[in-house]
């Protein structure tokens, strides 16, 4: 897949990450439960090594619920904490303040000792373009300055932000990377809206996201649809476009119509709760 997507204002934002972490105690790393490796900035874990960061799932309530309690014990077992959230109907950080707390233990003790009392934890949001990262800071923020939109990449310059808790939030421009690790990273990350559809060949993507589906998730094609998923890829997307109405004269398949009302039901969960990234099909030298 031939993507241009990394223009020169996430290398900017990628040094200014680096240099906002002096400021702050912890980071707070938002990934989209539906792909938990291809949502994740390598760079972003090269620049923070062992600076203390938890993991938030965001948007839980569009993921196979089975395959998230997987991802959780997957990224637990290598010792990253993880929060669950759902940037739409979570509206308060207590979860999030409990987690860090506790990875900031040592430095509340060092600061009992220094007779310091303030609970105030200083915390950095980072995470590529789409991924909630400024919804969950709405919801959870006593003021509503972050712009948010369906366009990745909306927020260019750092911002503080206050919370309902103890938690003072740094936002950062959502960054991508110049170089995906397997193709797979690069697909995933489209399905998501994660890449803008305009740097994409979405009659192909959509071609592959239906054959996805249609191998893990069937029933969903057939409820959603009505379409028999025992068929060749190609003639579930011809089903598929007659049911959705787009034709071209001469009763012919639009396939460009018909990717980007799929891709809308997909993304506006209209199809079901679907993962994307599971497991056990990471392969190891990737996790």
């Known amino acids: ?5 990394y223009p020169g204002h996430m290398k900017k934002s990628l040094d200014k990450i680096r240099e906002s972490l002096k400021m702050v105690d912890i980071v707070a790393e938002i990934v989209d439960a539906r792909i938990p490796i291809s949502s994740r900035n390598p760079v972003i874990n090269d620049i923070l090594k062992d600076f203390p960061r938890l993991i938030i799932f965001n948007k839980v309530d569009m993921a196979d619920p089975k395959e998230t309690k997987k991802w959780i014990s997957h990224f637990q077992s290598q010792n990253i904490p993880v929060v669950e959230f759902n940037s739409i109907t979570d509206k308060k950080t207590d979860k999030i303040y409990q987690k860090a707390r506790a990875l900031l233990h040592e430095k509340f003790e060092r600061n009992k000792g220094k007779d310091i009392t303030s609970d105030l934890i200083n915390m950095m949001v980072v995470g590529i373009p789409n991924v909630g990262k400024s919804t969950i800071i709405n919801n959870v923020s006593k003021r509503r300055g972050t712009k948010v939109g369906n366009k990745p990449g909306v927020t260019r310059v750092n911002q503080w932000i206050k919370t309902d808790s103890n938690i003072l939030l740094l936002d950062t421009p959502g960054v991508l990377w110049p170089k995906l690790d397997t193709p797979d990273q690069g697909q995933s990350l489209a ?16 071609f592959n996201l239906i054959r996805l589906i249609s191998q893990r998730h069937p029933e969903m094609l057939k409820e ?26 001469g009763n012919e398949i639009d396939y460009y119509k018909l990717a980007v009302l799929f891709l809308d039901d997909f993304r ?3 199809i079901g709760r679907i993962s994307l990234e599971r497991v056990e099909d990471i392969p190891a030298d990737v996790k």
């Open 191 to 206: 399905f998501t809206g994660a890449i803008k559809d305009e740097n994409l060949d979405l009659e192909n993507l959509t």
């Open 268 to 270: 506006k969960l209209r």
């Open 224 to 249: 959603r649809y009505g379409v028999d998923s025992n068929q060749e890829t190609i003639e579930i997307m011809d089903a598929i476009g007659r049911k959705v109405g787009a034709i071209s004269r």
């Open 1 to 5: 897949m031939n993507i241009n997507w």
